[in-house]
T-cell receptor
Framework: AQSVTQLGSHVSVSEGALVLLRCNYS??????LFWYVQYPNQGLQLLLK??????LVKGINGFEAEFKKSETSFHLTKPSAHMSDAAEYFC????????????FGGGTRLMVKP | NAGVTQTPKFQVLKTGQSMTLQCAQD?????MYWYRQDPGMGLRLIYY???????DKGEVPNGYNVSRLNKREFSLRLESAAPSQTSVYFC??????????????FGSGTQLSVL
């Protein structure tokens, strides 16, 4: 069965600092991996996804994530945080033969200090 | 372009009451989903519809029923609400028939409290 663990339910960074949100997954087959972002009072929006091919994936708003099979990780990074990045971020995994069972992590709330 | 529209945005029920959450998408998407979001647990799939005329159970279907009324609309019904169903409910849609490798579009959510 697939599962996702996001380390740290809350992360606080200063504006301009590096953002690092951690995601580890378990999957019995090659996974598809996603990061979604949720701004206050809104639904989730896709930031980026990894299916196959290049392991470094670039998404919207300057975010990127690297798939590391040996570490079963898919951490999300951004070189320089902006106030508008404050939101909740969800990592999700799906096994490529699992139909519609997209499994989400518990979420990490990112706070950006001025 | 409205995207995915959910109604109502807020609802308070008493234990045992019934209600239907409505969801409509205007993107001509094939698949539609209902998730619930609880603190620290991420989103969990309740039911989904891979295409018009089909519905399937997700991870947490107990206490819920769904109807894919047409390609645009996918409703979620609570027949006898329980306090454990207090949650934020999200409807989502996708162009393909699976969520495994595609982008999902989410509505803004329904905050439901069951007293």
């Amino acid at each position: 069965a697939q599962s996702v663990t996001q380390l740290g339910s809350h992360v606080s960074v200063s504006e301009g600092a590096l953002v690092l949100l951690r995601c580890n997954y378990s999957s019995s087959v090659p996974p598809y991996l996603f990061w979604y972002v949720q701004y206050p009072n809104q639904g989730l929006q896709l930031l980026l996804k990894y299916t196959t091919g290049a392991t470094l994936v670039k998404g919207i708003n300057g975010f990127e994530a690297e798939f590391k099979k040996s570490e079963t990780s898919f951490h999300l990074t951004k070189p320089s945080a902006h106030m508008s990045d404050a939101a909740e971020y969800f990592c999700a995994v799906s096994e490529n033969n699992a139909g519609n069972m997209l499994t989400f992590g518990g979420g990490t709330r990112l706070m950006v200090k001025p | 372009n409205a995207g995915v529209t959910q109604t109502p945005k807020f609802q308070v029920l008493k234990t045992g009451q019934s209600m239907t959450l409505q969801c409509a998408q205007d993107m001509n998407h094939n698949s539609m989903y209902w998730y619930r979001q609880d603190p620290g647990m991420g989103l969990r799939l309740i039911y989904y519809s891979a295409s018009e005329g089909t519905t399937d159970k997700g991870e947490v279907p107990n206490g819920y029923n769904v109807s894919r009324l047409n390609k645009r609309e996918f409703s979620l019904r609570l027949e006898s609400a329980a306090p454990s169903q207090t949650s934020v409910y999200f409807c989502a849609s996708g162009q393909g028939q699976t969520a495994t490798n595609e982008k999902l579009f989410f509505g803004s959510g329904t905050q439901l409290s069951v007293l």
